[in-house]
């Protein structure tokens, strides 16, 4: 169960999760957990004006997060910079396919995954839907 991997992660010394759920929880979570994020919208927009060349005002905004997190500022962004700091902030929050596939670094290998092909970045449609509307067509590669 998620609530015994969690614990028994805890007595090893690590936390896979960000938001818990409340001791002898039913499937009547009343948890509030973010589904926005402030910080994401920070990073968002300074990404969008990293990408616009505006650089300045994104890196005042990268760095505001920084600031907050307590660690210190950047003095420029690069691509390889921004999307570690949103996988930082913004880990187990499943950002990180689309981050990745934004900043082309999805298909690269890593110690636990080898490199896969490019198709691999959008999803099959699944069968019975294609069955269900003859208009549809199998995304490549699937």
Request: glycine share 4%; proline share 6%; no cysteine.
């Amino acid at each position: 169960s998620i609530r015994m991997q969690s614990s028994l992660s805890r007595q090893m010394g690590a936390r896979f999760v960000k938001f818990e759920y409340a001791i002898g929880a039913t499937p009547d979570l009343d948890n509030d957990f973010p589904v926005f994020r402030y910080s994401d919208a920070v990073l968002s927009l300074a990404e969008a004006l990293w990408r616009q060349g505006q650089d300045g005002e994104a890196l005042m905004l990268v760095n505001m997060i920084r600031e907050r997190a307590g660690v210190s500022p950047y003095t420029s962004l690069t691509a390889e910079n921004m999307l570690a700091e949103r996988g930082r902030e913004l880990y187990t929050e499943n950002w990180r396919r689309q981050d990745q596939i934004r900043f082309n670094t999805f298909n690269d290998p890593w110690w636990e995954k080898e490199a896969s092909q490019p198709f691999r970045n959008v999803f099959p449609i699944p069968f019975d839907q294609i069955q269900a509307n003859s208009n549809l067509n199998q995304n490549p590669g699937y």
